[in-house]
């Protein structure tokens, strides 16, 4: 599907949509926990869906009810046996049940979409087969395979590669029958995702202790408190923060924890510092115009904000430098490559750089033709690009935003944009 955004102002409310980061630990949690959840998550969308996929493919059953699901875990006391995880394109599903699976000790089939296959896996395999499992990836036919139980032990991994590994061995330890050590090496990046899965076994009850260089994981079970809510979504609050800075009267989205651990509820931090008028009350968060100064951006625990500030970037005058980025080339796209395309796309001056991106910015971009590049969050870039250019802006594979937003789209167009959706054949 292509997009083709006209110029104009935004101005409006949008209400957030469920944390896709929360909703797939939640879930997790839910489906090993000791009794049913009801987990409220309002909207779905394909990465969720993925999660949910994979816990009905190891045995807990998640029927979807009003404005979420009710979690039957799965029987612990029977063995998974072979099944099949359709993890979609989804990092986090498939970093997350992977080691999960070889707790459970599942014979499983995993099936990966898009770019999935070729992004990092390697540090978290090793440790699987250490532990005692069988891994072997097919990387061309996107498949992998694990069997095995994974024994209570001492584990390390990067702390700079994804944080999706160690959230992974954080959710599966704990289900082995003896204490096991998670040792996390180098610096830590997207570090506050890990508190993000630490509130999450919280929540259920579990609480690894901390230690100076990871943790120790007791062998416990997983303890339901019934009912979870799934909080708004900063990284997809983003984007709307971002076009209100841009022009227009403001936008401002609601629903929204301001403290809420989620590292990219620092784009409010951000986008005050590049001049936006930012307004909090109460679960809302508004973002009018102000006078765009460039600064520097430390991306390290930030990944998935970087497109969106670099389109913001992109129309501020003078020279930003965002850096701790490199770990941008390993998602859905190189998005230090897809990023800077899309922009110079658009009238922009972005280059890249080893570990981030070097933005001239001008008051105005112009617009044209860019693609999406099969990325979410790119496709999403480029409509907050829209709102500085003269002209439209036509995204081709603009449907990449249903990975985490299906509804950007309709929500662009009630923020007052001509957004026109033209489908394009097989
Ligand atoms: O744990 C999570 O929910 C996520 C962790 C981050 O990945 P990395 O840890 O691989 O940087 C982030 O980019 C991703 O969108 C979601
Ligand atoms: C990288 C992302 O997700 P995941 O790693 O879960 O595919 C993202 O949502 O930007």
């Not at 996107?142 to 024994?151: E, N």
Request: some cysteine; overall charge neutral.
């Amino acid at each position: 599907m292509n997009v083709t955004i006209q110029p104009g102002a935004v101005a409006g409310t949008v209400a957030a949509i469920p944390s896709k980061s929360a909703a797939h630990r939640l879930l997790i949690c839910a489906a090993l926990a000791d009794r049913p959840t009801r987990v409220i998550c309002p909207q779905l969308s394909q990465d969720i869906a993925a999660t949910v996929r994979c816990l009905e493919g190891l045995g807990a059953q998640l029927r979807r009810q009003g404005e979420g699901y009710e979690v039957i875990p799965l029987d612990r006391t029977k063995p998974v046996g072979t099944c099949l995880l359709d993890c979609g394109e989804s990092g986090s599903t498939l970093r997350f049940l992977l080691p999960v699976a070889g707790a459970l000790g599942a014979e499983a089939t995993v099936r990966m979409a898009g770019r999935l296959a070729q992004r990092p896996l390697g540090p978290l395999v090793e440790q699987l087969r250490k532990g005692g499992c069988a891994v072997t990836l097919w990387e061309e036919e996107k498949r992998l395979t694990i069997s095995g139980q994974l024994r209570p032990g001492e584990y390390h991994l990067p702390g700079d590669v994804s944080s999706q590994f160690i959230s992974g061995m954080l959710f599966a330890l704990p289900l082995l029958p003896d204490g096991s050590r998670l040792v996390v090496e180098g610096a830590r990046e997207s570090a506050s995702y890990l508190q993000l899965t630490l509130r999450a076994l919280a929540t259920f009850g579990l609480t690894p202790r901390e230690q100076e260089e990871g943790w120790t994981i007791a062998s416990q079970g997983y303890a339901s408190p019934g009912v979870v809510q799934v909080e708004g979504d900063w990284s997809n609050a983003a984007p709307w923060l971002c076009l209100g800075m841009l022009g227009g009267e403001g936008v401002t989205v609601t629903g929204m924890d301001l403290d809420s651990l989620q590292g990219d509820r620092a784009v409010c931090r951000v986008l005050a510092a590049m001049g936006g008028q930012v307004r909090t009350a109460a679960d809302r968060v508004t973002v009018l115009p102000g006078p765009r100064v460039p600064t520097r951006m430390d991306a390290r625990d930030i990944p998935d904000l970087v497109p969106v500030l670099a389109a913001v970037a992109a129309a501020t005058p003078g020279v930003t430098e965002i850096t701790g980025a490199a770990r941008l080339r390993l998602k859905e796209s190189d998005r230090l490559e897809t990023t800077a395309r899309m922009l110079n796309g658009l009238g922009g001056q972005v280059e890249e750089t080893a570990d981030g991106l070097l933005i001239r910015g001008r008051s105005h971009l112009s617009g044209g033709q860019v693609d999406a590049a099969g990325d979410h969050r790119i496709a999403m870039a480029a409509a907050v690009a829209s709102g500085a250019c003269t002209g439209p802006v036509t995204i081709t594979g603009a449907q990449a935003v249903e990975k985490s937003y299906p509804t950007f789209w309709a929500e662009l167009r009630s923020l007052g944009k001509q957004v026109e959706e033209t489908p394009v054949g097989p």
